[in-house]
């Protein structure tokens, strides 16, 4: 149930952050074919080292629930300054990081936190596509 909670949030916040932000949900989902490919077992590889192993690790240094899923969640958003439109991607990998991190925490489920993961790639990855592109 918290999974399902999660996903219904962090989509439809997602969506809605879009939308203040003015950009475009496009389906593009058949052109984009091949990123969808890369970005699936990306998403689940970043479960796994961020949820899988970053959560596990933080437990055995710090004790205060808040200090892992914080360290957790900036580290997460960190990694995510790797991709183009930052001032956009980053504070919602922040928020969707801090979202990842707080139910992976109490309910450590690395399947279902991945798929939760894959299916807000598949919101934003074509509108952060579509503004590269039409820069």
Known sequence: MPYSILATLLCCGV???????????????????????????????????FRGY?????KTLFKNPAAVI????????LF???IPETQIVVPLSFLAGLA?????????????VSIVHVLV???????????????
């Not at 475009?24 to 091949?34: F, G, R």
């Not at 970053?54 to 933080?58: A, E, P, Q, V």
């Open 121 to 135: 790639n598949l919101i934003v990855l074509p509108v952060c596509y579509l503004s590269v592109v039409s820069c």
């Open 54 to 58: 970053g959560i596990y690790k933080l």
């Open 100 to 112: 990842f991190a707080t139910v992976y925490y109490y309910y450590p489920n690395l399947f279902l």
């Open 80 to 82: 995510h300054l790797l």
């Open 15 to 49: 969506i809605v952050a879009l939308q203040i932000f003015n950009r475009p949900l496009v389906s593009l989902y058949n052109i984009l074919y091949p990123l969808f490919w890369f970005s699936i077992p990306l998403s689940i590889l970043q479960e796994v080292v």
């Open 70 to 77: 914080g360290i957790n969640t900036f580290l997460f958003s």
